[in-house]
T-cell receptor, first 109, second 114 residues
Framework: EDQVTQSPEALRLQEGESSSLNCSYTVSGLRGLFWYRQDPGKGPEFLFTLYSAGEEKEKERLKATLTKKESFLHITAPKPEDSATYLCAVQPPRSTLTFGKGTMLLVSP | GAGVSQSPRYKVAKRGQDVALRCDPISGHVSLFWYQQALGQGPEFLTYFQNEAQLDKSGLPSDRFFAERPEGSVSTLKIQRTQQEDSAVYLC????????????FGPGTRLTVT
């Protein structure tokens, strides 16, 4: 059974305080690993797709990395507007996504 | 361009009522997905369409849940005889194709069963 575990469940940072979110996974044949951002009352917003171990992708203050067992979302010098829940999902050979529970990030000014 | 839209955004139903939730995917997107998200949880897969064909409905929790996409664009998720445990946010997502294409989500429909 495909499983995704995200840690920590919640993270509070001061503005400018860099940190990382973790996504550990077990899946029978990873087709892709996805990161989404979700604001309260809204649907998940696509951030990154990673396909193979060693791959990295960046967008503004965010960088996602992938190994064979986990992915990290690094947040550099976060701002209050980065506050959101960050969701990780894996895609096995079939097309559907299996999501983790998410990490709720709060960045204080 | 327009994203995925869902209606209604909020629905309150009395236990036992039937409800219908609508999803308008991004124009040209072949694949359409329905997910259920409980409070504090990640989305959980319900069902998946490629054009008008329902290729996977393994996530539907009971036979009270039914989804259709008759013309390969708009989709409707129907829940019959709603129960309190059906209260959740129902998310629709579409993607350009399969597999490995990014799924773009709508804002969701928050269903509350009283």
């Amino acid at each position: 059974e495909d499983q995704v575990t995200q840690s920590p469940e919640a993270l509070r940072l001061q503005e400018g305080e860099s940190s990382s979110l973790n996504c550990s996974y077990t899946v029978s044949g990873l087709r892709g690993l996805f990161w989404y951002r979700q604001d309260p009352g809204k649907g998940p917003e696509f951030l990154f797709t990673l396909y193979s171990a060693g791959e990295e992708k960046e967008k503004e203050r965010l960088k996602a990395t992938l190994t064979k067992k986990e992915s990290f979302l690094h947040i550099t010098a976060p701002k209050p507007e980065d506050s959101a829940t960050y969701l990780c999902a894996v895609q096995p050979p079939r097309s559907t996504l299996t999501f983790g529970k998410g990490t709720m990030l709060l960045v204080s000014p | 361009g327009a994203g995925v839209s869902q209606s209604p955004r909020y629905k309150v139903a009395k236990r036992g009522q039937d409800v219908a939730l609508r999803c308008d995917p991004i124009s040209g997107h072949v694949s359409l997905f329905w997910y259920q998200q409980a409070l504090g949880q990640g989305p959980e897969f319900l069902t998946y369409f490629q054009n008008e064909a329902q290729l996977d409905k393994s996530g539907l929790p009971s036979d009270r849940f039914f989804a259709e996409r008759p013309e390969g664009s708009v989709s409707t998720l129907k829940i019959q005889r709603t129960q309190q445990e059906d209260s959740a946010v129902y998310l629709c997502a579409s993607s350009l194709g399969t597999p490995s294409y990014e799924q773009y989500f709508g804002p969701g429909t928050r269903l509350t069963v009283t």
